[in-house]
């Protein structure tokens, strides 16, 4: 376990090859537009907010912190081997919550999507670039094996970030393809007053979603605010990515906006669902739950 966080001491050549993990795991996506998916999760250590409410806090909350250095190939072994492999047994040891999720999940061709959570995964994608580079190198990721309709189908990568960090130069050169075609894509959730963050600079990614986080009923007048704010900015990063989001989602408006409750149990959640409902119908957003608490309850690595 280490508690300390990296400094700029520390061997940048070391950082490059490696990441701060909290936990690496296979799942079903709980929440967003890809609800339901399959999906391999990489837990990143590190945060740059500090929500009161955050339901990761060992992922950056003193006393608390859980995450390990972990070499770039010992990461990408780790995520092949869960792509892989199937994860009946793992999640019958979880004791879900439903039968639902006793069913088995294994894709024919093995999991196809990854979601890059922290923490703020941004803060490492120095380190996160090499990594990527080689699952979109990496022929067991990007199969072309589907013989009866010989399509292909390549590893997606979905970004969970609090959209604090700007996207590095290094990293968009490296991805220009993978930005362009909707395969990187990002669900934005903006921290708000009700976060007990201090307001900062919204940044803006091709491919992505906005995803807030409803606390009580004040939260619908931040939520609007903050959407007018930031409205030319929005519309104008829709516009550039508008083609790529809608060949994944062609019902999508640009960006989709997500309203998704606060909450680590379903009662919690559940209370708030009434208000939510009437909230995104008045103004064309979507509700999302959180899946996963549903099926496994508040459990970490689900
Ligand atoms: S941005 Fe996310 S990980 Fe960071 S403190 Fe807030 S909820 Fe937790």
């Known amino acids: 376990m280490s508690k300390r966080l990296p400094t700029k001491s520390s061997s940048q050549n070391v950082q490059d090859k490696s990441l701060f993990v909290s936990d690496i795991f296979s799942s079903i996506q709980g929440e967003g537009k890809n609800l339901g998916k399959p999906s391999l999760f990489l837990r990143l250590g590190i945060c740059n907010l500090q929500c009161t409410w955050c339901d990761t806090p060992y992922t950056w909350k003193k006393g608390q912190t859980d995450y390990k250095q972990q070499t770039i190939e010992s990461i990408f072994k780790k995520l092949l081997n869960l792509k892989k492999e199937s994860n009946n047994e793992r999640v019958r040891s979880l004791k879900p919550r439903t039968s639902l999720a006793k069913q088995p999940f294994l894709p024919p061709h093995g999991i196809q999507n990854l979601v890059i959570t922290g923490g703020e995964p941004l803060l490492q994608q120095t380190s996160l670039t090499p990594l990527l580079q080689e699952i979109f190198r990496s022929k067991e990721f990007n199969q072309k094996e589907f013989k009866k309709t010989k399509t292909s189908k390549n590893i997606t990568v979905e970004f969970e970030t609090n959209g604090s960090i700007p996207l590095l130069p290094a990293f968009k050169k490296a991805f220009k393809k993978q930005l362009e075609n909707g395969t990187i894509s990002f669900n934005i959730s903006p921290k708000l007053k ?105 459990k970490r690595a689900t």
């Open 194 to 298: 009700d976060s007990g963050n201090k307001p900062y600079k919204l940044q803006l990614y091709p491919n992505s979603i906005l995803k807030f986080v409803y606390v009580d009923k004040n939260s619908e007048k931040l939520i609007l605010d903050f959407l007018k704010k930031h409205q030319v900015e929005i519309a104008k990063n829709s516009k550039q990515s508008r083609g790529a989001l809608q060949k994944q989602h062609p019902l999508a408006k640009n960006p989709p906006v997500y309203i998704m409750a606060e909450g680590t149990t379903i009662k919690e959640m559940e209370k708030k669902y009434s208000a939510i409902l009437k909230f995104c119908m008045e103004n064309g957003f979507q509700f999302t739950p959180r899946w996963h608490i549903y099926l496994f309850g508040n």
